[in-house]
């Protein structure tokens, strides 16, 4: 009996140490610069001629951003990665990854992780020569984001929550992705929490926080991601309330459709980049150390909110 006893003990201890080992593996983890210049150069490259929906240009990163998945075990979450947008005249496709959650339970609610790959394309006047709008900030930085939090959690299989990655497409040409999709999970009736999405995030802010989000004062999110982090990482940007930008990225479809917290997190203050919609958009002006910093401290931000025990993610009047 006793040593029954003590191998309880020794077993509870044993799990107890690696679910305690497996809430700090986010919060230890880095993201390597040298990978998110990588993806961030690919992505922003005259190659792929800014990335217009419908374009050869678009299809290189739909296949690079297919690439990342399958070499860190992210999945389809349909029959492929490609979502076949109704929408759109030109083939244009969501790019939709998953990661399984780990919990038998928490495993049937779902995240969204998501950022619009696509841009404007190759503009009739640009500057000079250049006529290429890369879309560094603007989407490849949201983009690059979400790739290496898809990365960390197909490696680490930590996330009780399932979790989707989603690429939008054709976003520029009024959400037109994102709006296919919400109806199309919401027909589905995908058991949705939350969708967090990245938009510009290339460049850092003159602030006492280091991002903003849209909506700020309709849902604890933010106060929820500064516990989470265990700072003031997320804050409120008059300017984003003034603009109405909850309602002009990838979030918006979401809310509408599922009426959950559906929010975007930007470092874009309109004072810090000259560049919006212009081919001067170039990787150039991208500060790294800021991306891969930004991105590093919201992996165990979005872990916590995967592995919370309930919703902690909640509108301010319920």
Excluded: W
Excluded at 65 to 74: L, M, P, S, T
């Amino acid at each position: 009996m006793k040593r029954y006893f003590y191998s309880a003990i020794l077993f509870c201890g044993m799990i107890c140490g690696l679910n305690a080992q497996a809430e700090q593996v986010g919060a230890d983890y880095k993201v390597s610069a040298g990978d998110v210049r990588e993806t961030l150069e690919f992505l922003a490259s005259d190659e792929l001629e800014g990335r217009d929906s419908g374009s050869p240009g678009i299809e290189k990163a739909a296949q690079y951003i297919e690439e990342v998945f399958a070499d860190h075990g992210v999945k389809p979450y349909f029959s492929s990665y490609r979502d076949t947008l109704d929408n759109f005249k030109e083939p244009a496709y969501n790019i939709v990854g998953y990661v399984e959650g780990n919990d038998p339970e928490l495993k049937e609610e779902y995240i969204i992780i998501g950022a619009h790959y696509d841009h404007i394309g190759i503009q009739k006047e640009g500057e000079g020569d250049d006529v290429i709008a890369n879309g560094a900030n603007d989407n490849a930085s949201g983009t690059t984001g979400v790739l290496e939090l898809a990365k960390y959690f197909g490696d680490s299989r930590t996330n009780k929550r399932s979790l989707l990655f989603v690429l939008f497409s054709a976003e520029e040409k009024g959400l037109l992705g994102s709006r296919h999709l919400a109806r199309k999970l919401r027909t589905e009736k995908l058991n949705l929490y939350t969708v967090v999405n990245l938009e510009m995030i290339g460049v850092p802010m003159t602030a006492d926080y280091t991002a903003y989000i849209t909506g700020y004062e309709d849902t604890n999110m933010a106060e929820k991601m500064n516990a989470y982090a265990g700072k003031n990482l997320i804050g409120f940007l008059p300017k984003a309330k003034d603009f109405q930008l909850f309602k002009r990225s990838d979030n918006y479809p979401f809310f509408l459709e599922f009426h959950v917290p559906s929010q975007t997190i930007c470092t874009f203050d309109f004072t810090n980049f000259e560049y919006y919609h212009k081919v001067g958009d170039e990787v150039e002006l991208m500060d790294i150390d800021h991306m891969t910093s930004f991105i590093s401290e919201m992996i165990p931000v979005m872990e916590k909110m995967a592995n919370a025990a309930s919703r902690e993610i909640k509108f301010v009047n319920e």
